[in-house]
């Protein structure tokens, strides 16, 4: 392997007693395919995913249960989709760096597999149930809440709100306003490399600034395209 496993082992927060688990945990199936044709033994991670997929569904769930004891069934459902999405496995991926250890075949090298949303979410559920089998739930557990779930705080009663693009809805007020398309700048990043804190700054014209904070730039983006939208509406009035 490339890279060099010790450090993401530092990232998870757990050395692994079996190397080959790992290594399985990040082999997608092209890499395997390739193996098996020299001759080779090999698995990929795919039965890993489905393991750490219901793991990470179970975890989620009994976190949301006990931080929002007093939420009815259709808010915590909502919560926890967006928890345990594609979207968010891959900001959890971009984290840990993910995309650097992966073991791929060189048709998925040279498509850019190491930057595929798809490829690098299956990845995060595969390292969750090769941490449940290397050692056990409460192992896995520590990871998902720590990096998963996080300082996850959606504003009460506004899940719609968490869900919603507002960068592309930023977008097409300024064009609505013929007002040049905003801008988004990372102005800074605090905090150890698998738990960063960004603070994204967007401009719209030279009227309009806003910052945000979040555990990604996504997310920190999103924020700041809010407050601009708020400011903008308070304007309109």
Request: a negative charge; glycine letters at 8%.
């Amino acid at each position: 392997m490339g890279a060099d496993l010790t450090l993401l082992e530092k990232a998870l927060g757990h050395t692994f007693r079996d190397k080959g688990l790992l290594e399985r945990a990040l082999t997608h199936k092209s890499k395997a395919y390739e193996k098996s044709a020299e001759g080779e033994p090999a698995t990929d991670n795919e039965q890993l995913e489905f393991l750490g997929d219901a793991i990470l569904g179970f975890v989620v769930s009994d976190c949301l249960v006990r931080r929002y004891a007093s939420s009815p069934e259709g808010r915590l459902s909502k919560l926890k989709a967006l928890l345990v999405c594609a979207a968010r496995l891959y900001e959890v991926a971009q984290d840990l760096k993910l995309g650097e250890y992966l073991l791929l075949g060189r048709g998925e090298e040279m498509t850019g597999g190491r930057e595929k949303k798809a490829l690098l979410s299956d990845a995060v559920e595969a390292l969750i149930a090769a941490l449940y089998l290397d050692a056990d739930l409460d192992t896995a557990r520590a990871f998902i809440e720590s990096h998963v779930v996080g300082s996850f705080q959606p504003p009460d009663g506004e899940i719609d709100d968490a869900v919603a693009d507002h960068k592309s809805a930023l977008l097409e007020m300024a064009q609505a306003l013929k007002l040049p398309p905003p801008r988004w700048v990372t102005v800074n990043e605090d905090g150890p490399e698998h738990s960063k804190t960004f603070t994204v700054e967007v401009r719209l014209g030279k009227e309009w600034v806003s910052q945000a904070q979040g555990m990604s730039k996504k997310s920190a983006g999103q924020k700041a395209a809010q407050q601009i939208l708020q400011q903008l509406t308070e304007w309109g009035r």
